[in-house]
């Protein structure tokens, strides 16, 4: 009897939780398996399948297969765990007492994109067996998500975007909410926008409100957008969160699929003007890929909590796009400098830790006027080194007037473009000149960072 095979294919990114599927599948009751690995000359190269394992010997062309051992793979995850992965291995399979074979096997990069996913044979006495084993892996990878509750960043491997994506977790810093300084009802209005919506999901959902929603940051470098991610990644506890910036939304599709996935979920994508002017990859999208972008928002149904988050120190790029395509983003925010209040709150917050021995505090505030958060915070780091240096070694570093003035010397030495590139905007020349463009020529590569950088 000739027993049908049947396929099912997955991105790079979900192998590890196609495992898992694959575990917990075999955990239940009545089932089982013995898992053998396959030996044969460029197996992997030769993109092999099921059909060519029975049908093995019955062409004098046909490749020399052998059982061998079975080839692993290890995915890194969070806190450090390494969970190993079948990428090339055969199961024979019982499922409530029926006989069933599938076949694992990995992307296989060197043969392109077009193969470099992985893949699931599965083949039974009858085809109905095999399309229920298939339901219920997908079922059970969308249970058991690695992914889900988890802070991770999509990003490019060494052949680019698409298939070839591997996803990064993150461990962000914890941020209280007094350690975002802003002008007085700016949280409240990010925190009612953010977390208030999915506190009430269900009732505005009921009362027939969408609860996927944009927020835009905006304001110069060094204010505080990325704080401010921060802060509501660690409000909104056990809410996946995808991070990427620029030109790292080259693949934007697998983002919104992981966020609808994932839901509840935010994407964070920072420097959104990078994108504003980005072409899709050649031979495939022609529009901006910020209105891709726009596209998969719109995409998303009403019910499903996802939060877009979009940060930029160039509003005036997005503008157009923005105005093109209203509601996608319901909510912007402008982040501005701080003033004289909220730097006298910054030097204590950055004063923690410190025996901060300043005569005449005033006379820096007044010096840091259109300083940005960042700046100050650099400003304190490089007052410490100096206290340090003068001090005995013994107890908290003392920090006074004259250390703040040698840090505020060695920040200006190179002249305004020193003092911008650390966050200090003078009077009437805050942001980029009209017309300055990001760096958008260079991709972000996230692979094997634990960090995301604050600006």
């Known amino acids: ?31 089982s ?33 052998g059982e061998g051992p079975v080839d692993w793979v290890n995915f890194h995850l969070d806190a450090d765990r390494v969970l190993p992965v079948v990428q090339f ?44 084993f298939l339901a219920d892996i997908t079922k059970l990878m969308g249970e058991r998500n690695v992914y889900r509750g988890k802070i991770v960043s999509l990003g490019p491997q060494q052949f680019g975007f698409g298939p070839q994506t ?4 993150h461990r962000l810093p914890s941020v209280a909410r007094d350690d975002v300084i802003l002008p007085s009802g700016i949280l409240d209005r990010i925190d009612r926008h953010a977390i208030a919506f999915s ?16 927020l835009l940051l905006y304001g110069s470098p060094g204010v505080g957008k990325t704080l401010t991610v921060m802060y509501l990644a660690g409000r909104m506890q056990g809410r996946t969160v995808l991070l990427t910036t620029g030109r790292g939304l080259g693949f934007i599709s697998a983002v919104a699929q992981m966020a609808r996935i994932l839901a509840p979920s935010m994407v964070v994508v920072e420097d959104v003007d990078l994108i504003a002017q980005e072409r899709g990859m050649p031979g495939m999208q022609t529009q901006p890929m910020l209105f891709e972008l726009l596209n998969e928002m719109d995409g998303l149904r009403d019910d499903v909590d996802v939060l877009f988050v979009l940060t930029t120190n160039r509003p005036d790029i997005l503008e157009p796009a923005l105005a093109a395509r209203p509601g996608r983003v319901d909510l ?17 917050l950055y004063g923690r830790g410190l025996r901060l021995d300043v005569a005449d505090l005033e006379r820096f505030i007044a010096r840091t006027e259109g300083a940005s958060p960042a700046y100050i915070k650099e400003l304190l780091r490089n007052a410490t080194v100096f206290g340090a240096i003068d001090g005995n070694g013994d107890g908290a570093i003392r920090v006074t007037d004259k250390h703040l003035d040698q840090a505020m010397d060695e920040l200006t030495e190179g002249g305004r473009l020193a003092e911008r590139i650390a966050g200090f905007a003078r009077p009437g020349e805050e942001g980029p000149p009209p017309g300055a463009m990001g760096p958008s020529g260079f991709p972000v590569g996230v692979r094997g960072n634990t960090s995301w950088r604050a600006g």
Not at 1 to 27: H, K, T, W
Not at 200 to 208: C, P, Q, S, T
Not at 332 to 344: E, K
């Open 199 to 214: 506190e009430h999901a269900e009732r505005l959902i009921a009362a027939g409100r969408p609860i996927k929603r944009g």
């Open 332 to 348: 912007a925010i402008p982040l501005p400098l701080p003033n004289a209040d909220a730097r006298r709150r910054l030097f204590a």
């Open 89 to 132: 291995g055969l199961y024979l399979m019982r499922a409530d007492g029926a006989p069933l074979v599938a076949f694992v096997s990995g992307p296989n990069e060197n043969m392109g994109p077009t193969r470099a996913r992985a893949r699931v044979e599965v083949m039974a006495p009858e085809r109905a067996s095999a399309q229920r």
């Open 33 to 65: 398996a013995e898992l053998i690995g396959l030996a044969a000359e460029n197996k992997r190269n030769w993109g092999l399948g099921l059909s060519d394992f029975v049908n093995r010997g019955t062409s004098p062309y046909s490749l020399r297969l």
């Open 1 to 31: 009897m000739r027993m049908p095979v049947i396929s099912e294919e997955f991105e790079r990114f979900q192998q590890p939780n196609l495992q898992v599927a694959m575990d917990a599948y075999l955990e239940r009751p009545g089932n």
């Open 166 to 169: 591997i996803i990064t977790f």
